[in-house]
């Protein structure tokens, strides 16, 4: 268990997950920032002026740790993983860089200049500070994702001399990975940004704080939340169906389907024998997965087994099967939590066209508490998309253990594995005091402060 590669391994999913913490947050809660100063210069209404500084200091905290962690995985590249560094650093290093040349430098740029542009700048370009923020951060995650897709299918690509060379940099861009990770990832961050603000809101018209202003971002949440999340399930629908085809294994690892059947039922609850490879209960519903593999109930699912003896063949000895609890389960808890979600969002739009919903106090307690289900959503779904790729770093070109560098010992990955965890965990009782004491304060000063705040620094500060 304690070797080089099973370190690196957990500390790069250990460090991973934390910063996509943060920012699945920062790309939604800046789309939603944008969308109350637009309803300000529209309306001039000062509780939309208010409402902006509000939301707009906890987006500057979360990016802020957001920045910090984001830091520390590229640097993982080349200390744990330099076997896959020099594989694919052709081509994993272009988007990369292009992400924080122009990307990441535009959306900071204009970070600053909105930060300290409130009531100096004329209100359009204000404006549109903030707009070039919130699009600059979902131009970043395009380029993030330009790299993932790489490793989920490579394209545009030559082996040379042990290494993978770019050809062609379009082939990239075109990868049809890119275009359902890509529209799936943003649209869980808007989710991710509504929910947030929802919880958010809630909490203020429990404590009676400002109802009418804090009603007009629930509004806003509402349905930018349910929208975003109809188009999150209507895209994972397309992206599973390419997966059955060109992930195949993947896909199977998620359903925990050892043998390839026709008429496929879908599983919702099974207990998983991994050293006998079956099955031992399994409550499922009988040919859901054929029509969602393939659009019909008579479909042919293949299954793990005739997966691997095909590997084998095509790749040489070895064990081609993902870990298949994790994909099971990590699976259903993206689909459940977000149907969860989903029915939430229509509960809250009906109550939101009746006119009641900031009245309806034991639900405010529930958006209030669902918080924490989008950031268990997205995190459930990349352990999906990464550990189902196992055992590739970059499919079908390099395995993870030929990626992990051969210069480092346990030891120092063990340092170093157990000083992240201690620095991340320090920077998360940072990060939840921050945000906390922020709402905290704003609750108290916020009547007093709201619509007569002539700055923008006072209201973060």
């Avoid at 081509?91 to 200049?113: D, K, N, Q, R, V």
């Avoid at 079908?396 to 594995?417: F, P, Q």
């Avoid at 990060?431 to 007093?448: A, G, M």
Wanted: hydrophobic letters at 50%.
């Amino acid at each position: 268990m304690f070797n080089v590669l099973a370190l690196s391994r957990l500390q790069f999913a250990a460090t991973t997950i934390y910063h996509f913490l943060f920012v699945p947050l920062t790309i939604g809660l800046s789309i939603l920032v944008a969308l109350l100063q637009t309803q300000y210069y529209r309306t001039n209404d000062k509780r939309y002026k208010k409402l902006t500084k509000y939301f707009g200091g906890l987006f500057l905290i979360n990016f802020s740790l957001g920045v910090a962690t984001g830091i520390v995985q590229e640097f993982q590249f080349g200390m744990n993983w330099s076997g896959y560094s020099k594989f694919v650093g052709d081509i994993f290093g272009a988007p990369l860089a292009i992400e924080a040349l122009a990307a990441f430098f535009i959306e900071s740029t204009f970070l600053g200049i909105w930060i300290f542009g409130w009531d100096k700048l004329p209100k359009k370009i204000h404006l549109a500070s903030i707009w070039l923020v919130a699009l600059s951060g979902c131009l970043s995650a395009f380029w993030i994702i330009v790299a993932n897709a790489f490793m989920q299918e490579p394209t545009g690509f030559i082996l040379r001399n042990g290494r993978a060379e770019m050809v062609d940099f379009f082939a990239l861009i075109k990868n049809p990975q890119v275009w359902l990770e890509f529209p799936h990832t943003i649209f869980s961050a808007f989710v991710t940004g509504a929910i947030f603000m929802i919880g958010i809101s809630a909490y203020n018209i429990l404590r009676k704080n400002d109802i009418e202003a804090f009603s007009k971002a629930m509004k806003l949440g509402v349905v930018f939340g349910l929208v975003s999340l109809f188009a999150v399930m209507g895209i994972g629908d397309a992206q599973g169906k390419y997966l059955v085809v060109h992930q195949p294994m993947k896909m199977a690892a998620a359903e925990a389907l050892w043998e390839s059947t026709d008429k496929a039922p879908l599983s919702l609850f099974a207990n998983i024998d991994v050293e006998k490879e079956e099955n031992t209960f399994d409550l499922a519903v009988p040919r859901m997965l054929s029509f969602l593999s393939f659009g019909n109930f008579t479909g042919r699912v293949t299954g793990i087994h005739e997966l691997q003896a095909k590997y084998e063949k095509e790749y040489g000895q070895g064990n081609y099967v993902p870990p298949v609890k994790i994909s099971f389960w990590s699976f259903r808890t993206m689909v459940f939590v977000g149907t969860f979600m989903l029915m939430e969002m229509i509960v809250a739009a009906f109550l939101l066209f009746k006119k009641k919903l900031h009245k309806t106090n034991w639900f405010l307690k529930i958006l209030l508490f669902t918080i924490p289900l989008p950031y268990i959503c997205n995190s459930a779904g990349w352990m999906l998309t990464e550990i189902g790729r196992q055992p590739w770093i970059v499919y079908g070109l390099l395995k993870v253990d030929a990626g992990v560098s051969s210069s480092v010992s346990t030891g120092m990955v063990l340092t170093s594995l157990i000083g992240f965890v201690i620095v991340y965990g320090a920077l998360a009782v940072v990060d939840l005091y921050l945000i906390v004491n922020f709402i905290k304060k704003d609750v108290k000063l916020s009547n007093e402060i709201g619509e007569n705040n002539k700055g923008g620094v006072e209201l973060w500060t």
